[in-house]
């Protein structure tokens, strides 16, 4: 009942940060079936219920899972994290940019940029999501399409990043604990690639 009057931007933005933890969690290299398991059960509830709640805030039932999925995305990335959240910690600390939405606008990158590490487990995943298009792509297009039913932007840019700041950026990423758990091992050169990508909106 608290999160009844919680705004769409806010919902949005704190529920695509549910969908980030458990993504992550369940793409990390590291091994941990029970967070595994959890991760995956979070995102379908995010599936369900994160555009329910983010039409009618007023939705209980909604709201109830979705604080659900976000204590599962707290408990399953024990697995670790990845490159939405190292690229995510510094830009909010640079440009302060909400923490949930900066997950949610780079998140279609590093997928793109895991891929080689991640196409077999986004496949399982899809089949899992039960989504109508299977495999990596298939994975890919859902998060595309449900930032575009949420309203959130496609490019860094649009919230306010620019590219004055991309080498401290990337350093700043590479520094950052979530990296060490990204499926793909990462460097400077690699967050710069995915910043680059970010700020135009450029998809493999």
Known sequence: ELTLSMPQTITAGTGMDALAH?????????????????????????????????????????????????????????????????????????YDTHHGLTNAVVMPY?????????EEKCARLARWLDLPEAGFDGLRRWVLDLRAELGIPHTLAEIGVDDARIDEIARMATADPSAGTNPVPLDDAGHRAMLEAALVGRLA
């Open 110 to 118: 590093v997928l793109d940029f895991n891929r080689p590490a991640i």
């Open 22 to 94: 458990c993504l992550e969690a369940y793409s990390s290299p590291l091994y941990h079936p029970m967070a595994q398991g959890i991760a995956l059960e979070g995102m379908r509830l995010v599936k369900e219920y994160l555009p329910r709640a983010v039409v009618d805030g007023t939705d209980i039932e909604a709201r109830g899972h979705m604080l659900a999925a976000a204590s599962m995305g707290t408990v399953a990335f024990q697995k670790g994290l990845g490159a939405i959240h190292s690229l995510s910690h510094p830009l909010g600390a640079v």
